[in-house]
């Protein structure tokens, strides 16, 4: 079994930064596919930002290329989502989640394909 542990949300103004952090462990998650999720109050999960491929490829939501970037430190199996230039919109609850270990990395942005998730953390931005 996997478990992932996200940290680092808070409430912050509009055009301020934050990092998330999601601490891994177990064998059976993929660090091939595993990225960040969020869900506003009334709309669905979506896809944020993903490593999709061994050589640490990337997919980002087009909602925000160019103000988050995902990465992974493999040494410390922890990944992390550098959030700048945040907006009201950005409002959420973020998830960790990852793929079973061996499976491919398909439609990386489609929640319903990632098997572990974290319990989330929040993240508030006020205009």
């Known amino acids: 079994q996997a478990q992932l542990a996200e940290s680092g949300g808070g409430s912050v103004q509009a055009g301020g930064s934050l990092r998330l952090s999601c601490a891994a462990s177990?064998?059976?998650?993929?660090?091939?596919?595993i990225g960040w999720f969020r869900q506003a109050p009334g709309k669905e999960r979506e896809g944020v930002a993903v490593?999709?491929?061994?050589?640490?490829?990337?997919v980002y939501a087009d909602s925000v290329k160019g103000r988050f970037t995902i990465s992974q430190d493999n040494t410390k199996n922890t990944l992390y989502l550098q959030m700048n230039s945040l907006q009201p919109e950005d409002t959420a609850m973020y998830y960790c989640?990852?793929?079973?270990?061996?499976?491919?990395?398909?439609?990386?942005?489609?929640?319903?394909?990632?098997?572990?998730w974290g319990q989330g953390t929040q993240v508030t931005v006020s205009s």
């Open positions: 177990g064998s059976t998650y993929s660090r091939d596919c």
């Open positions: 490593i999709y491929t061994g050589d640490g490829d990337t």
């Open positions: 989640a990852a793929r079973l270990y061996g499976t491919n990395c398909y439609r990386p942005l489609i929640p319903a394909r990632f098997s572990y």
